[in-house]
């Protein structure tokens, strides 16, 4: 394996709270609507919030055809974000011709990103544990095998036999961003020739109570940038992209999606969950992904926001986004995908990196739903307010800052 | 490119607090595992005041769960055998900590003070804890390091992930200088659940620690004067079809594969290995394929049998690596075996077909 400069997508899958696949993502990112709703997966009643973005039940006949289609054991039993991560990744390989079979070659890795893994199915058996000592000997192992969050990628990795490099990265909501800029990384420096990369978590009483009792949920909806924003709102899926060299890429006819152009990550070094107010974190994460991409700022078009609808946050984000851009930031259009899926924690970056992906594909920018009145300590202006907007663009960036003051910037080029 | 060096360990180990404290135990052949009244012999670490460690925390320790206090302690000690000591010396280090289970024992309290007390008595001190990055956001506020910060989670081999993904970041120019390692707690959760689903390895004790090293790049080692331990080659990671995602099973080819890359594109010669430490010194598979990629029996750490053995672990002998490869007169076993060779050997198996290779070389200078 040659070390590669040029590294591009080729394919992508998506699991989102809009259905299954890209083009159900596609088609809520044109229309500006929210998939906010009342929580259905658990009892929800006691909280401050009971709002959140859960994925539609699929329908199990096609998404076996679909996992069938690319010779992938999609297997139910192991939860949620790993019935969900299988689901993305069958796609994502799909579209970029390839079959399972194709995944035992050793130069195939795995990099993936999240938070919850299967803490929703592991919540039950931990909440017995102390009503006996032989709960071990009763209880079924396998459930509490799902909660650490590498048996998601181990899930992704037995179901594609794969030979080659697994990793699971986890630094809360940046984790998938992290894990597709060290998908990049093995590329470059020659020790894969292709990686899965991307993310997924599942909605689970623990992330919701935590939120909710840091008093950081929306009562209703996530409103970002908005003057009227009161928090976020969870969600929940996944998506995954086939990462590979420009020029193999080319030889093997497999068309590019966008080109993944560079990567940038720093720690704060201030607070375990809030970020600085100058947004001196995030603004470095923006021009280190700019940087490592070679591009200058003026060529940046639209940036797909962290923008998490809490306060605090949103402010921050964007006096980073002047900082990097000064004067242009007012009219460059910043949107938050999250005002439509919610926030997918450890799967946030993937989902956004794919609303990007077709952004650039397809000429549009994705919206923040909902926004109407401005805040008047944010500066920018243009939050492509309610439904996407035909507008192309050639260079953009896709924010995921997160706890532990884990700031993370992907910069993606269209080619 | 540069070829990274270890500079500096800090060790949080049941065999001793810091380099000297567990070099001396570990000289002296001394075993931290003793028998337990509610399971199995296991090796825990002593109480350890995070406050003698941390002076600068203040307040912030009493926020800080106990694998996060695990993680700064052994930063802690990594920057003072380093010495590393003024204000700023650690601003554009990056960060990579390896921790497979977290704070378990800290989401199942987090969980069952909800079901007991309900959502509006959630703790939301505790939350923000049980993110698998706590330890890392702790390193960094504490010690002021901006550069990249990754925690890796990949099972039974994170430890060795974090030090390879520095020593590669380190390689390719990103950063000149990373602090790496991992932790993991043995608590009531893991050790049960382990147990019951038979996850723990065949031979060896249960065990907790924390191990974080340095790495410099040789230009940036040099500028201080510091004193190299070994010089950090390379990690090689890939994975094995397995019967289950959960099954712990060691592959032949896949050792032998790694291996057999490792050695190639770090240019060393089977005959250079000296030592070998991998994370199941039992394993009959593991052991076959390293002698057969070896050519010999090499002398093998006993660590499992002294420290006992955590999903992190990689990085504890990483740091072990190091300090045998900068003293050839410390044993690599209880029974007194010296390494024959220039270069270290670490190999893990973790859940799922993991499998991890690590190399470390002596240092030239």
Redesign the interface.
Same mark, same amino acid.
């Given at each position: 394996m040659s070390p590669s400069e040029r590294i591009v997508i080729t394919g992508m899958g998506v699991v989102s709270p809009a259905g299954y696949g890209v083009a159900a993502l596609e088609a809520l990112l044109r229309s500006g609507e929210c998939r906010v709703a009342p929580i259905t997966r658990f009892d929800a009643s006691d909280y401050r919030s009971a709002a959140a973005a859960e994925v539609p039940e699929p329908n199990p006949d096609s998404l076996s055809m679909a996992a069938r289609a690319v010779g992938l054991r999609l297997t139910s039993g192991y939860g949620r974000a790993a019935l969900y991560g299988l689901a993305a990744v069958a796609e994502a390989l799909a579209v970029a011709g390839l079959h399972g079979s194709d995944c035992s070659d050793p130069g195939l890795g795995l990099a993936f990103g999240g938070s919850t893994a299967g803490t929703l199915e592991a919540e039950e058996p931990l909440l017995l544990l102390d009503e006996g000592g032989d709960y071990w000997q009763a209880a079924e192992p396998s459930r509490f095998l799902v909660s650490p969050v590498g048996s998601t990628a181990a899930i992704l990795a037995h179901s594609l036999a794969l030979r080659g490099p697994v990793s699971t990265i986890s630094t809360a909501c940046s984790s998938a961003s992290n894990a597709i800029g060290t998908a990049l990384h093995w590329l470059r420096a020659g020790r894969c020739s292709r990686v899965i990369a991307g993310g997924s978590d599942a909605l689970c009483r623990l992330t919701h109570a935590g939120f909710n009792s840091l008093s950081l949920v929306a009562a209703e909806r996530p409103l970002p940038f908005d003057g009227r924003r009161d928090g976020m709102c969870i969600g929940e899926g996944a998506a995954f992209f086939v990462l590979e060299d420009e020029h193999s890429a080319a030889a093997r006819g497999a068309t590019a999606l966008a080109r993944l152009a560079g990567f940038g990550a720093v720690s704060e070094a201030h607070h375990l969950v809030q970020p600085r107010g100058d947004g001196a974190g995030a603004a470095q994460a923006m021009r280190l992904a700019l940087d490592d991409a070679g591009i200058p700022a003026q060529r940046v078009g639209y940036i797909n926001a962290h923008g998490t609808a809490t306060p605090h946050n949103d402010k921050a984000e964007a006096r980073a986004v002047e900082q990097v851009f000064g004067p242009r930031a007012r009219a460059l259009p910043v949107s938050s995908t999250k005002s439509q899926v919610g926030h997918l924690l450890g799967a946030s970056g993937a989902l956004e990196l794919a609303a990007c992906t077709l952004a650039l594909q397809h000429g549009f920018l994705p919206p923040t739903s909902g926004w109407e009145e401005a805040d008047p300590e944010i500066a920018l202006e243009d939050f492509v307010a309610g439904a996407a907007r035909d507008q192309q663009v050639d260079v953009l960036l896709s924010n995921s800052f997160a706890f532990g003051g884990n700031d993370a910037s992907l910069c993606l080029e269209k080619l | 490119m540069s070829r990274p060096l270890v500079t500096s360990v800090g060790l949080l180990s049941p065999l001793g607090v810091g380099r000297r404290a567990f070099v001396g135990n570990w000289r002296a052949g001394h075993s931290a595992v003793a028998a337990r009244d509610d399971g199995d012999p296991a090796a825990t670490l002593a109480a350890f005041k995070a406050r003698d460690f941390l002076p600068g925390a203040g307040s912030m320790l009493r926020?800080m769960d106990r694998l996060s206090r695990m993680i700064c302690v052994a930063t802690a000690l990594a920057c003072e055998d380093a010495g590393l000591d003024g204000d700023d010396a650690t601003d554009d280090l990056a960060?990579g900590v390896g921790t497979?289970?977290?704070t378990?024992d800290e989401?199942?309290r987090?969980?069952?003070r909800?079901?007991d007390k309900?959502? *509006?008595l959630? #703790?939301?001190m505790s939350?923000?804890n049980? %993110?698998? #990055? *706590?330890g890392?956001?702790?390193v960094?506020?504490l010690?002021? /390091?901006?550069?990249?910060?990754?925690?890796? =989670?990949?099972?039974e081999i =994170?430890g060795e992930?974090a030090v390879g993904?520095a020593a590669?970041?380190i390689? *390719?120019g990103?950063f000149s200088g990373a602090l790496a390692g991992g932790a993991e707690e043995l608590g %009531?959760?893991r050790l049960? @659940?382990m147990?019951? *689903? #038979? !996850?723990l390895p065949p031979l060896g004790s249960a065990g907790e620690g924390a191990a974080m090293v340095l790495l410099e790049a040789p230009e940036r080692a040099a500028a201080r004067g510091a004193s190299v331990l070994a010089e950090y080659l390379g990690t090689w990671?890939? !994975? @094995?079809?397995?019967r289950?995602?959960?099954a712990m099973a060691t592959s032949e080819e896949?050792v032998s594969?790694l291996l057999s890359r490792a050695l190639l594109e770090s240019d060393v010669e089977p005959s250079e290995l000296g030592v070998v430490m991998s994370s199941s010194p039992g394993d009959v598979v593991l052991n076959e394929a390293l002698r057969r990629v070896a050519g010999r029996e090499l002398p093998a750490a006993d660590h499992h049998l002294r420290v006992g053995v955590h999903p992190a672990d990689g990085s504890f002998r990483v740091a072990l690596s190091a300090l045998l490869l900068a003293d050839s007169t410390l044993p690599v076993n209880a029974g007194g075996d010296l390494r024959c060779g220039p270069v270290a050997l670490i190999v893990s198996v973790g859940?799922?077909? /993991?499998h991890a290779v690590t190399l470390l070389r002596e240092s030239s200078s």
């Open positions: - | 926020r960060l497979d289970l977290g378990l989401t199942w987090f969980l069952s909800l079901r309900g959502p *509006a959630a #703790n939301p939350f923000p049980l %993110v698998p #990055n *706590a890392a956001g702790y960094g506020i010690f002021g /390091m901006k550069g990249p910060s990754q925690t890796f =989670c990949q099972h =994170c992930e993904w590669d970041g390689r *390719a990103r %009531v959760v049960q @659940a147990q019951a *689903a #038979n !996850c990671t890939g !994975c @094995a079809p397995v289950s995602p959960f896949a594969r859940r799922g077909g /993991m």
